[in-house]
């Protein structure tokens, strides 16, 4: 998920008109983000973004080339944002791995309520929509998941040293599950406006591995 | 899920020219089916719809009204659709409560592997576009959900029954919990291509029950 800042206005910001190439690019790609983290690819559309940030449809393929490019361009940051933030959580040697997931889960949570239960994972949403998006797009998503599942099974790993987990526990299908599931529970959570499906598949999940 | 039978060219069937009101309206109906569980209703829209069928878009909006009609008359019909095929696993007493469990999702790894992990589940689709879809379809899939997981709930109380799951556990609980991963597992078999997030999802959910 993201949860990206509104639009900062601070004072002496220049106007869209007054824009420079790279602010403008930025800003395309903030609005890009919210959009598909709100509603997906293809429902979309480009038509959107431009609206929301009041730039020409002529200017966007000046920045970008193609839809599909700039889809690419999307997960990219969103992959990387991302995994930043579950090391934020992941890595935190303050806390017992598993209370960790915990941290994690319950930031997820936050994030979603502060957004209405509106926005959910970029990832997620395009993975629904395989079907109506350009193919290319599903080798780079399936590494996204890789990616962050490599980051669980790593924290699994530490909870199985310390014996929170049983020594046998296989922690990369554990971390493949979570993912799995932790993707329905927000778009269950989107669905129903309410944190409940987060908190049933987290419970569930952390009182299921294997002791 | 829905794995609508390929239409069934019978000779004497009807040419769609000379076909009446009401296979007409049918054939709209399974063509929305298709389209609704591969890429769902927004990115999909009625023009692909009425390509695949070869009807013109006046006739639509003659057999339906609007566009949000005929969702919601579609997920209708997949809700019942699907319920009837729920119940013929989850009511089979000549199984034991959690093996007819793993008797539907078996079934449903089967039919998402005849259709290539290109259909998935149209209340899976539907709730995670919420977001670009029309309100009122937001109460109807609540309530399909609602009604799926109360046959799960049922199916569960009869395990607790002949004690192969905890007198404690909470089945209401544990059957939402399941739908709410099973279509992250869903979402995720699609991107893969492949059955292995059903697999890894039953596998836990199954062995994660309280005993």
Not at 10 to 34: F, V
């Amino acid at each position: 998920m993201i949860y990206a800042d509104k639009k900062n206005h601070r004072p002496g910001r220049p106007s869209k008109e007054r824009a420079g190439y790279s602010e403008t690019r930025e800003i395309l790609l903030r609005a890009g983000m919210e959009v598909l983290t709100e509603k997906g690819f293809s429902s979309a559309g480009i038509d959107e973004i431009l609206r929301r940030v009041g730039v020409p449809k002529g200017s966007f393929y000046h920045f970008f080339g193609s839809k599909e490019s700039f889809g690419a361009e999307l997960i990219g940051l969103y992959s990387a944002y991302f995994a930043n933030k579950l090391d934020r959580f992941l890595l935190d040697i303050t806390l017992p791995p598993l209370q960790r997931i915990r941290a994690f889960t319950d930031y997820a949570r936050s994030g979603m309520a502060h957004h209405n239960y509106k926005r959910g994972c970029l990832a997620g949403n395009l993975g629904q929509e395989m079907g109506a998006l350009p193919e290319s797009f599903r080798e780079q998503l399936k590494a996204v998941f890789q990616d962050w599942q490599s980051r669980f099974a790593a924290c699994l790993e530490e909870a199985k040293e310390v014996g929170d987990i049983s020594a046998d526990a296989d922690c990369q299908q554990l971390a493949a599950t979570f993912w799995i599931g932790w993707e329905g529970a927000i778009l269950r959570a989107k669905l129903e406006g309410s944190p409940y499906p987060l908190d049933l598949y987290a419970d569930f999940f952390l009182s299921g591995l294997p002791r």
